[in-house]
């Protein structure tokens, strides 16, 4: 029994990315949601106190040759809609200007090919040369979009830190709420303050553009967190069900060095 359990363990670990990396809305293509991409025409935003950010998004095919799908339209390289590359390239999205940078992009590849594929995404600050090699920032797969509600744990703040909180609806709908809660760790469900968020469709039509919305201070945003060195915070869908994703991100106003706290995204 013991042998047939570990088994049974070792198969369900096996299994579950494949699982998670599946076309859960039927539309024939299986999307990838990069949270973060910040790129522009000079390779770099500008953010505050003189800050300099930049993405670097990689995906590495373990087939001699592949033709990917990109989202609709989605530019790569110079075929709008298809690329055929071996071994790993870095993506470099053209999408934005500063006030545009983290609203993220969709990637969306045939359901076939999936299995052969691993990306990874990382954003670098430039001017600081804290973090010279990029923090990394999760790709969510379609099939770990977040739908029931979700608490982001122990968000550190200080005096020197700046700390933001962004939402993703990658099916673009017209407008998804969202209760936002911050609880203290002292008392059981504690909340210190709370409000309710709308996402929203980006300018344009581009499908490679998720909606989502921002908080980029949360200190300034609620003074009621003043003070408060831990917080959690808890995200419910108010409209549902909702396929959504969120992280924070705390970042230090000199160094800019970043940290990011994401969701517990896979349970048994």
């Given at each position: ?23 859960t ?22 953010g ?27 530019p ?7 690329c ?15 006030g ?19 990306l ?5 600050e430039l ?6 090699n ?25 005096d020197?830190?700046?700390v ?70 808890r ?33 048994p």
């Open positions: 029994m013991q042998r047939f359990g570990l088994t049974v363990f070792i198969l369900t670990l096996l299994a579950r990315p494949m699982v998670a990396q599946r076309d809305n039927n539309d024939g293509l299986v999307d990838v949601l990069v949270p973060i991409a910040v790129q522009t025409s000079e390779s770099f935003v500008l505050a106190y003189g800050s300099r950010w930049a993405t670097e998004t990689w995906v590495r095919t373990e087939r001699a040759t592949f033709d990917a799908r990109f989202q609709r339209d989605y790569c390289y110079q075929d709008p809609i298809r055929t590359f071996a071994g790993q390239r870095s993506i470099r999205p053209q999408i934005g200007t500063a545009e940078a983290d609203r993220g992009v969709l990637l969306s590849f045939h359901p076939a090919t999936v299995k052969l594929l691993t990874s995404s990382r954003v670098l001017s600081r040369n804290a973090q010279p990029g923090v990394d920032v999760p790709v969510v797969w379609e099939g770990n979009y977040l739908t029931d509600p979700t608490v982001l744990l122990a968000i550190p703040q200080t020197e830190s700046r933001a909180l962004r939402i993703y609806d990658p099916r673009r709908r017209p407008e998804a709420r969202f209760r936002v809660e911050f609880l203290s760790l002292e008392g059981s469900n504690q909340v210190i303050a709370e409000t309710v968020l709308t996402t929203q469709r980006q300018q344009g039509t581009e499908l490679y553009l998720p909606a989502y919305v921002t908080i980029n201070d949360l200190g300034m945003t609620f003074p009621q967190l003043a003070g408060v060195e831990r917080f959690d915070i995200i419910t869908p108010l409209e549902g069900p909702i396929e959504y994703w969120t992280f924070a991100a705390v970042t230090h106003r000199e160094t800019q060095h970043v940290l990011f706290i994401v969701p517990d995204r896979e349970k």
